[in-house]
């Protein structure tokens, strides 16, 4: 007998995770849900299964917590197929580096790399025996370049693009496919839980809708591109990017990001 196959979504209660689950839903994909909020991923469910003829089935984890990450995957049935892992969950925080709380340095290292590395190595094995799979990893046009006052959110970012474009390579052999989604400005509650004080109007005018940046990501990694930036400003900043030196771009990130104090 072939094995369940599933979609796992983690940060799917709210955001791109939402609109990623909506959107392989109605491609008939079953889901396994995975976020902090219990209350927001039964809503999802109720709403998601009798609607597109799905199973989804949901787990409260808070990936901040490794202990919780660990009990997740060692209760998952062995038999269940993890055919696609996107992983969604990911939050930054605005500050100087010194002021942030060392709660929130931790968690984000946790839930930003932690999880997400160790979500991806525990599917590999069956996707390669099953010589199938796709991964989509979340990092951010913050990838690219050094951030000043979001030195650790970017800095976790450039981690998640390094890792995919890798992995990338190492998995195509096996059929297996893996992107990174470098998104801009997107509305999500990003903004509020990075504590933004005063975002910028070029912000909020390059900002994107969730759902396009969602259905570009999911071609991308249909067609197996290493790297997914949605948007022609995105994809226009990226070539800027390439072409001024780090330094000098730290440098410009920091007197945009003081703004926001």
Do not use: W
Not at 20 to 29: C, M, N, P, R
Not at 101 to 126: C, F, G, K, S, W
Not at 142 to 163: H, I, N, R
Not at 164 to 187: F, Q
């Amino acid at each position: 007998m072939s094995p369940r196959k599933v979609t796992l979504i983690t940060g799917a209660s709210s955001g791109l995770g939402k609109d990623f689950a909506v959107e392989y839903a109605k491609a008939k994909t079953d889901l396994l849900l995975v976020a902090r909020r219990l209350d927001r991923l039964e809503a999802l469910k109720a709403q998601l299964e009798p609607l597109y003829g799905i199973s989804v089935m949901v787990a409260q984890v808070d990936l901040a917590d490794p202990a919780q990450v660990d009990a997740f995957l060692n209760r998952l049935d062995p038999d269940l197929f993890i055919e696609r892992l996107i992983n969604n969950a990911g939050f930054g925080y605005h500050g100087a580096f010194e002021a942030y709380p060392q709660a929130t340095l931790d968690a984000m290292v946790e839930v930003n790399i932690a999880a997400l590395t160790r979500l991806t190595y525990h599917v590999i094995p069956m996707m390669k025996e099953n010589k199938r799979g796709e991964i989509l990893n979340v990092a951010s046009m913050a990838a690219f370049t050094p951030g000043p006052y979001m030195a650790e959110y970017y800095t976790t970012k450039a981690y998640v693009l390094s890792l995919s474009m890798a992995l990338h390579e190492e998995l195509k052999p096996y059929g297996i496919k893996v992107s990174a989604l470098c998104p801009g400005p997107t509305h999500t509650e990003f903004g509020q839980v990075a504590a933004y004080k005063n975002d910028s109007g070029v912000q909020r005018s390059l900002s994107m809708a969730s759902l396009p940046v969602v259905k570009m990501s999911m071609k991308a990694l249909e067609k197996n591109r290493s790297v997914a930036v949605p948007g022609s400003s995105n994809k226009l900043l990226r070539i800027l990017m390439t072409l001024v030196p780090k330094t000098m771009s730290a440098k410009i990130l920091k007197n945009i990001q003081k703004q926001r104090f």
